[in-house]
Structure formats: structure tokens, C-alpha cells
């Protein structure tokens, strides 16, 4: 299956949206090891999750801490949103919440990251809207995901008129293992999908 962009499925915590994402087409699926975290997989999970599925990038979800060495959790591109923790990563991916910063300060951030693969904006559905032209200037420039509450209007606005290189989707929990509701993620998919 192909798709018009790029996505990365982030917050992953069942073995269903791994497998429906992977068969869908997506290049990365994201897991959230922080221990901080509501979305928190532990190593066992996260190996027994990808052990069942082939074909796209995992990786580890850190938020703005740096996991212990030794954390079971092997080799995996990290994802942070701490600019400070790029001298300890050899590449990475840099979380941007570009709802409070300027397009400057977006700028000066991804300037900054020089290291990272690519860049996840988190921005409100509002914040995209009237600032699509500010947005393509970087999409242009930098390898850039964005992240937001999709509905098929805004997608459809940020393939054609934006063009990032990706963007972010969101797991969710299951009700029990092997129940799951894959409405909203399969809307996306299935909006991206290239007829």
C-alpha cells in the first residue's frame, strides 16, 4: 500500500495498531519509554510488539530525559524535545511543540538539531490554519513531520498546499487485546492512501 506522505505512528502501546500501521504502510512506529509517561511501554512489550511486525523504523519516545543505559530496550532511533541531549545521540529525532514559538524560534530549534533525521511539529489544527505559507517555507527546507488533530480537510490542505515530509499519528489503547477501534487512525491512513 502506498501513501501520499510519509508517517510515523507515535505512542504505540498494543501489538494491534503496530500491526494495523505496519500493514498500512507506515514508516515508523513510535513507542513511548519514558516512565513518566501515561503512554509508557516497558522493553518486554516493545520487544514482544516488534518482534510481530517488519518494514518500518522504530522508535524510542524519550520526551525530554535520556533513559538509563542498560534499559532493554536495544537499538532504536530516539525521539526527544531536549536540544540538550543532542551532544549524547549519534542521530535522533527532535519533537518541536511549535504551538507557543515563532516561526523564527521554530527556525533557530531545527538550526539547532542538526543532528536529528527529521523534526516533529506539534501544532494545534488552529495554528496551521493561516500559517500555511510560514509552514511550507520550512517543510521546504528541513525534513519536517507535523502533528496535529487531523480531519480529512486539513490533511488534504497539508498534502497540497504544505507538503511535509510526513506526518504524525497517535495510537490509542485497546479496550481488551485483539479489540480494538481504528477509526480515527484508519481515517488518516485511508485519506493518504494513493488510489
Given amino acids: 500500500m502506498a501513501l501520499k506522505l510519509s508517517v ?17 504502510g507506515v514508516d515508523y512506529i ?18 514482544e510488539i516488534i518482534n ?5 523504523g522504530i522508535i524510542g519516545e524519550i520526551g525530554e530525559k535520556l533513559p538509563i543505559e542498560d534499559n532493554g530496550y536495544g537499538s532504536m532511533l530516539i ?6 541531549l543532542e551532544s549524547k545521540l549519534d542521530e535522533y529525532v527532535f519533537r ?6 515563532t516561526p523564527n524560534r521554530i527556525e533557530d530549534l531545527i538550526c539547532r538539531a542538526s543532528k536529528a533525521r527529521f523534526y516533529v511539529l ?26 496535529t488533530n487531523f ?3 486539513l490533511l488534504e490542505k497539508i498534502v497540497t498546499l504544505i507538503k511535509p515530509n510526513g506526518i504524525e499519528i497517535k495510537g490509542s489503547t485497546e479496550d481488551q487485546p485483539g479489540f480494538k477501534d481504528y477509526d ?4 488518516v491512513l485511508e485519506w493518504l492512501e494513493i488510489e
Fill in 8 to 24: 510515523k505512528i507515535g505512542d504505540v502501546t498494543n501489538l494491534s495498531d503496530a500491526r494495523y500501521a505496519a500493514g498500512m
Fill in 30 to 47: 513510535g513507542f513511548n519509554i519514558n516512565p513518566d509517561s501515561e503512554h509508557f511501554v516497558t522493553s518486554d512489550k516493545v520487544a
Fill in 52 to 56: 510481530w511486525v517488519s518494514g518500518v
Fill in 79 to 84: 525521539e526527544t524535545s531536549n536540544i540538550e
Fill in 96 to 101: 518541536i511543540d511549535a504551538n507557543a514559538a
Fill in 122 to 147: 506539534c501544532l494545534s489544527p488552529d495554528k496551521i490554519e493561516g500559517n500555511e505559507a510560514i509552514l511550507k517555507d520550512l517543510c521546504q527546507s528541513y525534513p519536517i513531520y507535523l502533528s
Fill in 151 to 153: 480531519d480529512k480537510a
Fill in 184 to 187: 480515527g487512525i484508519a481515517d
